[in-house]
């Protein structure tokens, strides 16, 4: 029997998933038993040429997804908090397996997503939400459930940190090194989100739910981003062998959380001083097994194709996870 599975969305990740479930067909069948097939697509500009097969469904009408028979998965990569989570939450009442890549929408309404999903006996995939192609997610719900994580320190925003990087490295100013990042299509064309901190900080609030089982009060979280060093600033810390980084991090305080997310001077000798380029990492610092750190692409349109991909593999079949 074929898995029926949608895109919701045909950006840079949902055309990623499409390519990659199409060029991954016989790898997936082999693990699933069945084959996955795209059946619709969601788009909200339908005049835009796309390469989608014509037999695939392509429309700007979700309800058009919903009525399809014996839909399974509904893979969710568009942008921003709605209509994100009202189509997660109508697939999960309809008994669809949902695998998303939308930090914003996941930060806020994640919590409330995974309930539903429970009593519906359904999953929701959320690894391609923080740090890209990383499996940071997973490696904590399936490796660190009997380890009490003390600590994550995580540089989950490539954009910032390619731009330090090139700052550094190339004696380059903020505008300039950011400019190069824009040019690699790293950065958006309105880059916001990424150097201001906000796109860590959701990330951050992703990881906090599932290590802690609660997120700290989103005001109270110090949310600083890279735009504001100086040439002069990085090459003063170089000349004490020290980096800035752009660092998210979450711990226990007693009773309460404590994140933040800004620049930090680290030494040679810290986990995440070696992170370069657009890559992203999550050092985990955990009762028994001491610290680990985890590192590789952050973003990108087959890396975070790869994390839902993997996700939706290796969770189909599988009792929906604890919430
Ligand atoms: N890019 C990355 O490397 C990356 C990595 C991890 C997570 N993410 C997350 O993945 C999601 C998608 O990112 P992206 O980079 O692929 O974005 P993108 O390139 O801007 O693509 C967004 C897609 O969503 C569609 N869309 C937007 N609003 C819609 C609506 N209301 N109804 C139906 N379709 C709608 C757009 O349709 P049209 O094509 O018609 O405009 C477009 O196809 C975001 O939540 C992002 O935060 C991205």
Same mark, same amino acid.
């Given at each position: 029997?074929?898995?029926? @599975?949608?895109? /919701?969305?045909?950006?840079?990740?949902?055309?990623?998933?499409? #390519?990659?479930?199409?060029?991954?067909?016989?790898?997936?069948?082999?693990r699933l038993n069945n084959e996955v097939e795209i059946v619709a697509v969601l788009i909200k500009n339908p005049n835009k040429k796309r390469d989608i097969?014509?037999?695939? +469904?392509?429309?700007?009408?979700?309800? %058009?997804?919903?009525?399809?028979?014996?839909? #399974?998965?509904?893979?969710?990569?568009?942008?921003? %908090?709605?209509?994100?989570? !009202?189509?997660?939450?109508?697939?999960?009442?309809?008994?669809?397996?949902?695998?998303?890549?939308?930090?914003?929408?996941?930060?806020?309404?994640?919590?409330?997503?995974?309930?539903?999903?429970?009593?519906? =006996?359904?999953?929701?995939? $959320? #690894?391609?939400?923080?740090? =890209?192609?990383?499996?940071?997610?997973?490696?904590?719900?399936?490796? /660190?459930?009997?380890?009490?994580?003390?600590?994550?320190?995580?540089?989950?925003?490539?954009?910032?940190?390619?731009?330090?990087?090139?700052?550094? #490295?190339?004696?380059? *100013?903020?505008?300039?090194?950011?400019?190069? @990042?824009?040019?690699?299509?790293?950065?958006?064309?309105? *880059?916001?989100?990424?150097?201001?901190?906000?796109?860590?900080?959701?990330?951050?609030?992703?990881?906090?739910?599932?290590?802690?089982? !609660?997120?700290?009060?989103?005001?109270?979280? %110090?949310?600083?981003?890279?735009?504001? /060093?100086? *040439?002069?600033?990085? %090459?003063?810390?170089?000349?004490?062998?020290?980096?800035?980084?752009?660092?998210?991090?979450?711990?226990?305080?007693?009773?309460?959380?404590?994140?933040?997310?800004?620049?930090?001077?680290?030494?040679?000798?810290? @986990?995440?001083?070696? &992170?370069?380029?657009?890559?992203?990492?999550?050092?985990?610092?955990? !009762? +028994?097994?001491?610290?680990?750190?985890? !590192?590789?692409?952050?973003? =990108?349109?087959?890396?975070?194709?790869?994390?839902? &991909?993997?996700?939706?593999?290796?969770? $189909? =079949?599988? /009792?929906?996870? +604890?919430?």
């Open positions: 029997m074929t898995i029926k @599975a949608a895109l /919701l969305g045909f950006g840079t990740v949902g055309q990623g998933v499409y #390519e990659a479930i199409n060029s991954h067909r016989e790898q997936l069948t082999k097969d014509p037999a695939v +469904l392509v429309t700007t009408d979700f309800e %058009e997804i919903l009525a399809i028979p014996g839909l #399974e998965v509904v893979f969710e990569a568009i942008v921003g %908090e709605e209509p994100g989570f !009202s189509y997660c939450l109508r697939a999960v009442e309809k008994g669809c397996h949902v695998i998303t890549a939308n930090k914003v929408m996941f930060a806020k309404y994640g919590k409330i997503l995974l309930k539903k999903a429970k009593e519906h =006996g359904v999953r929701i995939g $959320y #690894e391609a939400t923080t740090a =890209g192609g990383v499996p940071v997610i997973r490696t904590i719900e399936q490796q /660190l459930q009997v380890n009490d994580i003390q600590k994550v320190e995580a540089i989950l925003n490539g954009t910032s940190n390619f731009i330090l990087t090139e700052m550094r #490295e190339k004696q380059l *100013p903020f505008e300039k090194a950011l400019a190069r @990042a824009q040019q690699h299509g790293y950065a958006e064309a309105d *880059p916001g989100h990424d150097i201001k901190g906000k796109d860590a900080f959701y990330k951050l609030m992703i990881l906090s739910q599932l290590v802690f089982g !609660s997120q700290p009060r989103w005001d109270q979280v %110090e949310v600083k981003g890279i735009d504001r /060093l100086t *040439p002069a600033d990085i %090459e003063k810390a170089g000349r004490k062998g020290l980096r800035y980084k752009h660092i998210a991090e979450l711990y226990r305080y007693g009773n309460t959380l404590k994140a933040s997310v800004k620049p930090v001077l680290v030494a040679a000798d810290h @986990a995440l001083y070696a &992170i370069e380029g657009v890559n992203n990492a999550v050092t985990i610092y955990a !009762s +028994l097994i001491g610290s680990i750190t985890l !590192s590789g692409p952050g973003a =990108g349109k087959f890396p975070t194709a790869s994390a839902m &991909i993997e996700d939706f593999a290796s969770g $189909y =079949g599988r /009792l929906p996870q +604890l919430v």
